[in-house]
């Protein structure tokens, strides 16, 4: 079960004062796995997308990069 908005701030908030002030994967995959995300801690491994259920990937909102670019994408932020 996902945490409440205020537990998933709280558990950010002493989580970002003991980690390093610089991005990583793995950061960000900790980060996401103690907010209970729903396949937290790991890299997307499926094409996802916001929108009516419906339509599909053709009526969505926003469409991100497909997931075979996650690593690259990740790699590129961590040099920003």
Request: hydrophobic share 30%; glycine share 8%; net charge positive.
């Amino acid at each position: 079960q996902a945490p409440s908005e205020r537990e998933a701030y709280k558990k950010l908030l002493a989580l970002s004062e003991s980690c390093p002030k610089h991005l990583s994967t793995k950061l960000l995959c900790a980060l996401h796995k103690e907010l209970g995300g729903k396949e937290g801690g790991v890299l997307r491994k499926r094409q996802n997308w916001i929108g009516p259920k419906k339509g599909g990937k053709k009526e969505a909102y926003f469409l991100p990069p497909v997931y075979q670019k996650v690593p690259e994408n990740m790699k590129n932020l961590q040099k920003y």
